[in-house]
């Protein structure tokens, strides 16, 4: 018999007491009369579906019950021996539930009440239509950046999924951000569609921070992060700009650096925009403070210098400063590879610590035109940076980064190297081949023959570039056609 089923009791009349008719109304009633995306609606939705209930409106000034998990990041002296002990340890676990399995079950357990349309803008949206663009924007932002699956963040992956239902903003911001992604793959500016989904989430983006707490929801940062990203890579930095001052702002309100030491997804994100902002616009970044401590990341009883010759050639070839910012991303890379090869996955906080540090370090060293090989291996490992963000279809324009890394490599005389510096000098052109030259460019070309190894194929340059800074599972497909395409 169905759990659902409810007896009363009746007077000989037939009639029943005042209490059952209460109870007869409780389930004639379940499900009905409830204004869909409310906090009740939410809550029942979230909790079936195991994940946090998102923060409405109405709770907004409240603590967010979405806030992402955190975790104390490592003192610097114990870095190393930490990532040392994540080994292989992240590929015997459990997979997650992936997003768009709790995407399909949050549908469905909606679809299963009292209707199925949402509200944006006063017009019916359709629950499958929202949760069909939610995974169309997680597929676009794990294509995004890749360098997040070889990252084990302690924050869940579907944290952000009942917000699609609870905060109009942040609905909003799924639409314009996949419309506008659409508009870069196609070499086109914003369509009216996409203009349109930006204005609504601007209004009510701007209405949510209006409240109370507003700034306390964690789908406030992501959907600022969101907006400012894109204007970048549209190179519309004044808006760029408005957006990372508002992020500054709320930041500093959550805690500033302390609120993000807690959040590494979230820091990995900021950096992010910070690192497409300076390369974008030559201006300093905007959360990463200037480095007090330029030793290495790495400080634990392993932080010794490397003695590869590779490694000898570049501290005695540029600033000391910057040769150990070299040595960590070394150190980093190599990590991140061997996590792969066990099919595992770094700890993030340890990563966006280590990663971090490498970061500021680049952006705030400066270097004039003619100290050559500092600037130029400072602008290359920035380029080498931006390969971590990738839309697919077309690639980022980074103004000023490629104009000044062209120059820097122009200057280049390849052919009266030694095999170490071929070595540099290979991974130099080849990494702005990926990023932010094209291959076809002649004096590219021209410097990739006087550098290249006679018989040499695709497995003996991967090899190469291993030994400078290459992260295999990420890299590789991009790299090996520019390779072709530079050799052909």
Known sequence: ?????????????????????????????????????????????????DAPPATSAITRGRKSALRESTGSSPEPADTELAVQEQDGRKGNEQPRKGFAAACIQLDQQIRSRSGVFASLDNTETGYGELISELLKYDSANAAAFPIKQSIEFDEPENACVPWIFSNMAFAHSVFFATSATNDFRLGRPFTSSTLIYLKRTIRCLNKQ????????????TYTIVTLAILATLFGDLTAARAHMIGLQRIIGLRGGESYLSERPKQYFMLERLDLTWSVQSGA??????????????????????????????VAELVDS????????????TKLINAHAEKDGRLKGDIFQHVLGSIQRRLLWLRFPQDDGWSERLRLGMLAYLTTTFQLSGRKISYDYLSARYRLSCQMLEASTLSTSMRTLTAWLLLVGATSVFEPSEPWLRATWNDTAIAGENWEDAQHRLESVLWISHIQDETGRRAYAALTQ
């Open 1 to 49: 018999m169905p759990n659902d089923f409810a007896f009363i009791s009746v007077g000989d009349p037939g009639k029943s007491s005042d209490a059952d008719r209460l109870l007869i109304r409780s389930h004639v009633m379940r499900g009905r009369n409830k204004r869909l995306g409310s906090r009740r609606c939410v809550r029942e939705a979230a909790r079936r579906t």
């Open 209 to 220: 921070l209006g409240e109370d707490g507003g700034h306390l929801d964690d789908s406030t």
């Open 284 to 313: 300093l970044p905007h959360y990463s403070h200037e480095p007090v401590d330029w030793r290495s990341a790495f400080t634990g009883p392993r932080a010794v210098f490397d003695t590869t010759s590779l490694a000898l050639m």
């Open 321 to 332: 400063r910057l040769a150990t910012v070299f040595q960590d991303f070394q150190r980093l």
